[in-house]
Structure formats: C-alpha cells, structure tokens
C-alpha cells in the first residue's frame, strides 16, 4: 500500500487579512484514499481548504499537487490541474437551469463532446438532477443543491475533489445519500478530502483523518484507529470513556 | 423544419433590414430624423453598458464617461489632425477600450455600490478636465467636427448620416447576441451569478471583468464617435452629465436588465420621453428621478 502522495502540505500559515488562523498546517493525502478533516467551529477546517483552491492566498509555506507548487497559483489556474473545490453553502448559479449549472463546471474543458460525456456521467450519478434539468438550481431543494455542487465538480474531470461540509444543513436521510454518493466518487477512480463536523459518520466513510484544533493538526491517523481513540471519543463522539 | 424555421427568421430580418432602410423616406421632417439617430446611438450605447451590467453583473455608472472619451477623441482625431471620419472612429474605439480596461480595474476588488462609485469618479472628473482644459474647448464645446465622407459624396444632413448609423446600430446588435451565446456570454452570466463558485469552476474573474469593460467600451467609444459626428458636429461637456448617465441605466432598467431586445426597447421608449418632455424641461428631474 504505498500510493503516490498527490497533495503534500508543509508547514502551512494562513488567514484572512492580518488575522492568522492556521499555524503551521503539515498534511499529505496519498492518490484514491478520502481523506477527512476534521474539528470543531472556528479552527480552521475552511481556511485550510480555501488555501489548496486559492480563493485565500496563505501567508506563508508550501501546497504541492503532484509535483507543481500551487500555493501562489489564482484559483482558475489550480482549477486546470485537476483540484477542484465543491465549496460551502451550496453556492450555485441561481438564475442559470440545472444543465446550465453542470455545463459550467466543465468550463475548462474545451471539447464540446466530452462535456456532453461528463453530463451524462454526472446524471448517471444523480439522477434527480436530470430530472430537473431545465429548472432554474435556485428552485432545487437543499439535498439536491448538494448534488448540483458535486455534480458541477465533477464535470472538470478532477483528480482530486475537496468537499467543504457536504452534511450542513440537511436530513441525517439526505446525508447518508450524500456520502454514498461520496463513496462512489471514490470508488470510481478520484481522491476525496473531506470537511466535515460530522465526526461519527466521516470517520467512518475515510481511509485517514486529521483532526485540527487551534489552526494546527491535532491528531491524525487511520480512521478505523481514530473511532476508538479516547480522546476523539471524548472530545468529538460524545459519550464517557469506559473504565477498563 | 428547423431549415423553414431558419428560412423565416432571414425574412425577418430581410424585411426589417429594408423597412428600416426606407425610413428617412417616410419620417416628414428634419428633426425627426435627427431624433432617429439619437435613437440609435442609445441603442448602441445602452447594449454596450447592458453586456457589463446586464451580463458581467458589474455596476458601472463610467460609461457615460467612456462614450464622452469616445466623442472627444474623434473630435480632436479629425479637427487636430485631420483624420476623415473612417480613421477618426477605430482611433476613437482604440483610446476608448484602453480606458475602458482602466476602469475595469477597480472591479478586481469592488463590488456593487463602491464599483459603481469608483467609476463614478472616473466619468465625472473626465468630464469636469474637459470643462476646464481649453484645448478641449472647454465650457465652450467642441464644433464643425467634419461630416463623414465617401468619396465625393458628404452625409452632412441627419437623412444622410442616418444611413451610416444604422448598420453600425444592427451591427452592435447582432455580436451582442454573439457574445451572449458565446463561452464569453457564459463566463459573464457566471460571474454575474456568484463570484466565489465563478473561481472554483476555473473561471478566471479578472481577465472577464476586464474583457466586459472592453467590450462595452467598444460599444461606448463607438457611439462616442457617431454622436461627435452627427449634424451639426459640436459636442460640449454637458452632454455627457451624471443626469445622462442615469438616463442610460434607465434605459436598462425598463427593458429588464441583461436582456437585449429589453434594452433596445428602453432606448427607444426613454428618449422618446426624454425629447416629448423637453418643453416641460423643469418637470424632467420628475420625471426621470434623478437630481
């Protein structure tokens, strides 16, 4: 089991502004595995994420995707390489009908017939979605907004996808189809990371998981481990520790 | 079917294109015809502002700024140095685009309201350096720009010139159309829609906005040259007024933003308006809400 690591983090400092919220992030996700991140509000899950896409520029350290440094790359550019990100709050374009939603995903993709090809994948994969397809995505409900955002990912044809908290605001019914879904996405050739609050349920959909607390990674290890940790277990998965 | 169909849209067009060129046949007096083409520069110049606000979703209030750039450069193009009018206009587009990429810039950064502020500095303080430089003709206006020629032939009178305006008009008209099918079209709708997803689908957020703004220039620095050109030739710093630019977003606003025919239909309604309430000059702030 030695993958090839695609994404190699070192020594990451980041923030809005002045404001530093990361410090010193060290992580490395191996090709095919779902990685989970994970922590309570306010430590820097979304930063870090923000900071691999480029929509926040980190102040300092180094983002390595396959051998290309990125961590000075515009978000379009890092796009290009094949990372995308499906970001929080379900931003889609309102006022544009479903299809019009997916097609821009693909917005990088030149070639009009793979567009079409990654359409159909995408309502292969969600179906609901082809259903509504000439509906605008601002009448779609909030589980089908999820699907719309993780459609749009995966119409660029990534290799590597990061979901920012894909259970927000939902029915623990819906999020169970979610991180199917996410699953399957997996299966089918791509590598995942994954912000999620969630801790229960994304621990046991990831191969490896980081826990960050206070902008710097807490603890990490494999998730099967990382259930029956105690201090995970005290501080994420409610409940006591029992006395042995 | 979809052959018949295409067949009918042509004679459509076909039939619109030889109504239209029949028009200085009909319209009975001078005045009319000269309202005609002020009709059509609106067009342009309301198409042209509807692809960066309408499509791009940017709130700029410099394109009256940009079409004043326009009109002045061909003045000063064809009056200076003796440009004919076929030169003075590419000249004028050229210096209006790079202005206009000028403009963009603030939107890098601003959105909304502080955009449209920022490019209200921008077209008000152009207008008030033109009011105050002498070799711009200051208050007193810039006049006997020279007529378009071809030839021998001088389109002096607005019967004439209505001929050079109108195919620039179905021109503008037909690559605004263009560009919103276009990948261009999707980019800005895009943008327009949501920044954020915008850059997470690998849309690159400068390079459009900056490329809105330019087209839009095109479209104002060529509406710029058309008016300095139009009988009798004179432009002055108060045609191109902050009141002039909300008349243009008006525009927009009654055809229903981001839509073409919208526009055209706006451009045509709102200077009918504007000329009919002329006589009742004091009423105007009224009547098109502005101060």
């Not at chain 1, 699907?147 to 908290?165: A, H, Q, T, V, Y």
Request: net charge positive; with cysteine; glycine share 8%.
């Amino acid at each position: 089991m030695s993958a090839e690591t695609i994404l190699k983090i070192k020594d990451l400092k980041s923030g809005y502004g002045k404001v530093q919220i990361l410090n010193g992030i060290d992580l490395e996700v191996k090709k095919g595995q779902i990685i989970a991140l994970l922590g309570g509000n306010g430590t820097g899950k979304s930063t870090l994420i923000k900071s691999i896409s480029g929509l926040i520029k980190p102040f300092e350290g180094s983002i390595k995707f396959y051998d290309n440094e990125i961590s000075n790359l515009r978000p379009h550019k890092i796009v290009r390489q094949g990372l995308v990100q499906v970001t929080q709050g379900k931003e889609v374009f309102p006022d544009l009908s479903v299809e019009q939603n997916l097609k821009l995903g693909a917005f990088i993709i030149e070639d009009k017939k793979k567009v079409l090809e990654n359409l159909q994948f995408v309502y292969k994969f969600f179906p609901i979605l082809k259903e509504k397809r000439n509906q605008n995505a601002a009448l779609l409900s909030g589980g089908q907004l999820q699907m719309l955002c993780i459609g749009r990912g995966l119409m660029s044809n990534p290799s590597f996808i990061m979901f920012d908290e894909p259970s927000a605001g939902l029915a623990p019914q819906i999020v169970l189809e979610i991180f199917k879904n996410i699953n399957r996405i997996c299966k089918s050739g791509l590598t995942v990371l994954i912000i999620e609050q969630n801790v229960r349920m994304a621990l046991l959909l990831a191969d490896y998981a980081y826990i960050i607390r206070d902008g710097i990674i807490h603890l990490q290890g494999k998730a099967s481990e990382l259930v029956n940790d105690d201090r995970v277990r005290l501080s994420y998965l409610g409940g006591t520790v029992a006395k042995v | 079917m979809s052959f018949s169909n295409k067949y009918r849209i042509n004679l459509y067009w076909a039939a619109i294109i030889i109504i239209l060129s029949l028009l200085p046949f009909i319209v009975p007096n001078l005045y009319q015809m000269h309202l005609i083409n002020i009709i059509c520069i609106n067009i342009i110049m309301a198409i042209g502002l509807n692809i960066v606000k309408g499509f791009a979703g940017q709130v700029t209030v410099a394109h009256i700024g940009l079409y004043a750039m326009g009109a002045y450069s061909s003045a000063i193009l064809s009056i200076n140095y003796g440009f004919s009018f076929w030169m003075a206009l590419p000249g004028a587009v050229i210096i209006t685009v790079i202005a206009g990429a000028i403009v963009g810039i603030p939107s890098f950064r601003l959105q909304g309201p502080y955009l449209a502020l920022a490019t209200l500095a921008f077209s008000e303080s152009l207008r008030i350096y033109i009011s105050v430089n002498t070799d711009l003709g200051a208050t007193i206006g810039i006049s006997n720009i020279p007529p378009p020629v071809i030839f021998d032939f001088t389109f002096n009178d607005a019967f004439l010139y209505y001929y050079i305006v109108i195919p620039f008009t179905l021109i503008s008209i037909y690559f605004s159309f263009k560009i919103l099918k276009s990948k261009l079209g999707r980019a800005f709708k895009a943008i327009r829609e949501d920044q954020l997803s915008s850059s997470a689908v690998g849309i690159n957020l400068r390079f459009y906005k900056t490329i809105a703004f330019v087209i839009s220039a095109v479209y104002a620095g060529l509406a710029g040259s058309l008016y300095a050109h139009l009988d009798p030739g004179f432009i002055h710093p108060n045609n191109f007024t902050l009141q002039e630019s909300v008349l243009y977003i008006l525009m927009l606003v009654i055809g229903g933003i981001g839509h073409i025919w919208g526009c055209i239909v706006g451009a045509v309604f709102i200077t009918l308006i504007w000329d009919l309430t002329r006589e009742y000059y004091q009423y105007q702030l009224i009547i098109f809400g502005y101060d």
